[in-house]
């Protein structure tokens, strides 16, 4: 077997994801990194030597972040299947959307052990992408948005730990990485940078907060799409990376900003997600690729999939080749989209482009974000 090169990008998976629902009418009732896992390994992208299996997050770890009664609590309801009142009240476990399901503890537990993996991997540089993380709403003491506990977080502290002192955080998801912006409101070692439906749950991210200078949201329009992508890329996001030369990038890549997917109102293809990946991955000699939100199976695993190539410079074919085709034929959704899916869904990867006018409002929203950014932080590898 040929030996990885040096620096050849990892991706963190598990099976755990496989056979794990949080219930038949959630909407994270369908299969996601399963599918990426699958499509990828269809298409012959994925070697021995690029795959790592999430381990599990340690209580102790989580405690890194989130309060050990919290827990405790999910512990408690994987081992019980159920909630007790103050629990729930508490923890919000078992309501808001945030289900008692078989893996409730061990699943997002998974999923916080693959961002820490990736960055204890990428310490001394490198690439991975975690298409099973991307938990942005967690909150240190409750389930927040479908997210049991924050990765992106605990992946960041860990950045943090191994003494870097200047970290950009990147969210394309449909909703605002609140919990991400939260947690570092006061440390300008990270900035956050959040692009979002505006008026989205959880109804935050607004342009004008700013959390003390080292954070900045683009709160977009309905039908955002991918000419206006571009603009934001070029004109924001790419712009306030320069401008912070960062040590290290980390990207949540949520997928239910495209247009097929039932929790958004905007229009983006999975081409404005890849270019975002694209433009990002080597501004940084540590970057970091999570999943996020998505709720159409065959959008998120196209999506998440055309990821892993975009980070290893893999050409997208036009026509899938019979076993990636199978593996998208093999999917099931039970909205009335998924009854009869187009036949792009099945054989292709790519999605047809979608652009169109720059709103203004969008313009807008670009030019005051690279407004009075921070000086940039001073690396810690050059600090006496």
């Not at 975009?310 to 036009?318: F, K, Q």
């Amino acid at each position: 077997m040929a030996a990885p090169p040096r620096t050849a990008p990892v991706l963190i998976g598990s099976e755990i994801y496989r056979r794990s629902s949080y219930g038949p009418k959630h909407p994270l009732a369908i299969p996601r990194v399963s599918t990426t896992l699958d499509l990828i390994r269809a298409l012959g992208w994925l070697p021995g030597w690029a795959y790592r299996d999430s381990p599990r997050a340690t209580p102790e770890e989580l405690a890194r972040f989130h309060h050990p009664a919290y827990v405790a609590a999910l512990q408690r309801a994987e081992a019980t299947q159920r909630v007790d009142a103050l629990d729930c009240e508490r923890f919000h476990i078992g309501a808001h959307g945030n289900p008692v399901y078989r893996e409730v503890f061990s699943r997002p537990a998974t999923g916080a052990g693959g961002t820490l993996l990736a960055a204890r991997l990428t310490r001394d540089g490198g690439i991975v992408h975690v298409p099973g993380g991307g938990t942005h709403h967690g909150q240190p003491d409750r389930a927040s948005g479908f997210c049991y506990l924050n990765d992106a977080v605990l992946g960041l502290l860990e950045w943090l730990d191994q003494g870097l002192g200047s970290i950009l955080y990147v969210d394309i998801d449909a909703h605002h990485g609140d919990g991400v912006e939260a947690a570092f409101r006061d440390d300008p070692r990270v900035f956050t940078l959040s692009l979002h439906e505006a008026g989205r749950w959880p109804f935050t991210g607004a342009a004008t907060e700013r959390a003390g200078g080292h954070a900045r949201n683009l709160p977009v329009p309905p039908g955002f799409h991918d000419s206006e992508m571009l603009w934001l890329l070029h004109q924001a996001i790419l712009p306030i990376a320069r401008h912070l030369r960062p040590e290290a990038i980390m990207l949540q890549c949520g997928a239910d900003a495209l247009e097929e997917d039932p929790l958004s109102r905007l229009a983006l293809s999975n081409n404005a997600h890849w270019g975002v990946v694209r433009a990002l991955r080597d501004l940084a000699s540590r970057f970091i690729v999570l999943g996020g939100g998505g709720y159409n199976p065959w959008s998120v695993g196209r999506c998440w999939a055309g990821v892993w190539a975009m980070l290893n410079d893999l050409p997208i074919p036009e026509r899938l080749p019979p076993a990636a085709e199978a593996v998208l034929r093999g999917l099931s959704w039970h909205r009335a989209a998924g009854r009869n899916p187009p036949v792009h869904w099945l054989t292709t990867l790519r999605d047809a482009p979608r652009p169109g006018v720059v709103r203004a409002e969008v313009q807008r929203l670009a030019a005051a974000a690279i407004r009075d950014l921070p000086h940039p932080a001073v690396p810690a590898a050059s600090m006496a």
